[in-house]
């Protein structure tokens, strides 16, 4: 962990976040509201063909 407080009360609000717990909803919550970032190489794969040909690819592979 890194602390960046200059002024004693910023390092003990600092040590006091480590007992923080959340609920599963407030996971959740936090969860939903920054999602993650695509990785690579699935986010450049998506920008490859246009979403009506990569619609049709996906229906051609689930008649398949």
Do not use: C
């Not at 969860?31 to 619609?55: K, M």
Request: charge should be negative; glycine fraction near 4%; aromatic fraction near 4%.
């Amino acid at each position: 962990m890194l602390v960046g407080a200059s002024k004693p009360h910023q390092l003990d609000d600092n040590l006091a976040a480590v007992d923080l717990a959340l609920t599963e909803a407030e996971i959740a919550e936090l969860d939903a509201a920054t999602p993650l970032a695509p990785v690579y190489p699935n986010w450049f794969i998506e920008n490859l063909a246009d979403r009506p040909i990569a619609q049709a690819i996906a229906e051609g592979a689930r008649i398949l």
